[in-house]
């Protein structure tokens, strides 16, 4: 089962329920529409995030493309958000480059991105005067899978990824054993993420060190669930792409535990886990995954209901669909620079930066 379809299937038992529970409560509290200068003094907890109430046209469109990684999320709370709504969502999968390209282009209102926006993104949108704000979800650890009976890549150091997956494997490396001693003297066959990719980006930046250099003579894909059939058929594959997507398919896949060589952040390689990926530990293929809404956009009542109803159950539906929710206060900090309507990136718009966190950069605005 795909993760698309397992998602869905595990939403449709739960959303009548929440529709009840969301409507009943929604008469006792107040109605949307507070401005963003009232909620920059509420308490610091959710619970302060206004309600949904439904005070747009039932024609009201809002478009969202980009990350797969950022999908499962959204569609998970898209289906929550159709039972308290009339507004049509309409969700699109074009990768975290391909979204940033319709979204500086102002075709949709909000874009999926499995890293933070760069430089010539930030470009394309400061030429068409489109400013943007930066909301963090959920976090991610990069999960490097291999065949359930490869039964000797259990785990990898950096080092031995890096001389994997740089430019100048392609002609080098082609063999198991060229990567360790006594592994299998068989072809490897690798599995990665399209180039348009937030998840090729990041992971060629942590691995090779440099972003979008890579080796070209791999399977790509912006659907994850295509990695995932490659890698779970081959037993001399090896992929990467998103903790959801290994999360719903483990059955069909082994994770490598990563060793990044460095005492000083626990010895050793490390499984991806929630707990690892929290901690940091898991590193340096952990980071923070986010939506981008336009400012444009945030002032249709329909897109602000919807992304105060993102973030109001985002670490519930974070968790269901098999990613790293975050820490409650960062989510706090996480509404309130929409409450504000802060613009541009907490990373400053030169794109992913590896083991940094979003606690400490919104803690620091």
């Known amino acids: 089962m795909t993760l698309r379809s397992a998602t869905r299937a595990r939403r449709a038992a739960q959303l009548g329920l929440a529709a009840l529970c969301l409507l009943a409560c929604k008469k006792h509290e107040p109605a949307l529409g507070v401005e963003p200068s009232a909620l920059a003094g509420a308490p610091s907890s959710l619970a302060g995030v206004p309600p949904l109430a439904d005070k747009f046209k039932e024609a009201a469109v809002i478009a969202v493309d980009g990350s797969s990684t950022v999908f499962p999320i959204s569609e998970a709370v898209a289906e929550e958000f159709r039972t308290v709504s009339a507004a049509r969502i309409t969700i699109g999968v074009s990768g975290t480059g391909g979204g940033f390209k319709k979204f500086c282009s102002a075709e949709i209102a909000i874009s999926g991105a499995s890293r933070p926006i760069k430089p010539s993104e930030v470009l394309a949108c400061a030429r068409a005067g489109i400013e943007y704000i930066e909301l963090p979800v959920a976090y991610d650890g990069i999960s490097v899978v291999v065949h359930p009976a ?216």
């Open 150 to 365: 490869n039964d000797w890549a259990a785990q990898m150091t950096v080092t031995e990824l890096r001389a994997l997956w740089r430019p100048q494997a392609q002609a080098n490396v082609q063999r198991w054993n060229q990567i360790r001693s006594g592994w299998p003297d068989a072809e490897i066959h690798l599995f990665g993420p399209g180039v348009d990719s937030g998840t090729y980006d990041y992971f060629t930046l942590a691995v090779v060190g440099t972003e979008h250099a890579s080796r070209g003579d791999f399977t790509s894909s912006e659907d994850d669930n295509v990695l995932v059939q490659g890698v779970s058929r081959d037993r001399l594959a090896l992929g990467f792409f998103g903790y959801a997507f290994y999360g719903e398919n483990e059955a069909q896949l082994r994770t490598v535990a990563i060793d990044d060589e460095r005492d000083d952040n626990g010895k050793g390689p490390v499984s991806v886990s929630p707990e690892s990926v929290t901690n940091g530990t898991y590193n340096p293929l952990s980071r923070p995954i986010f939506v981008y809404v336009s400012k444009a956009a945030a002032a249709r009542p329909e897109v602000e209901a919807f992304i105060q109803f993102y973030l109001r159950e985002a670490a519930r539906l974070v968790s269901d669909v098999g990613y790293i929710a975050l820490p409650e206060q960062v989510y706090d900090l996480v509404w309130r620079r929409f409450a504000r309507r802060a613009v541009g990136s907490i990373f400053g718009g030169s794109g992913s930066r590896v083991g940094v966190t979003v606690e400490s950069l919104l803690g620091a605005e």
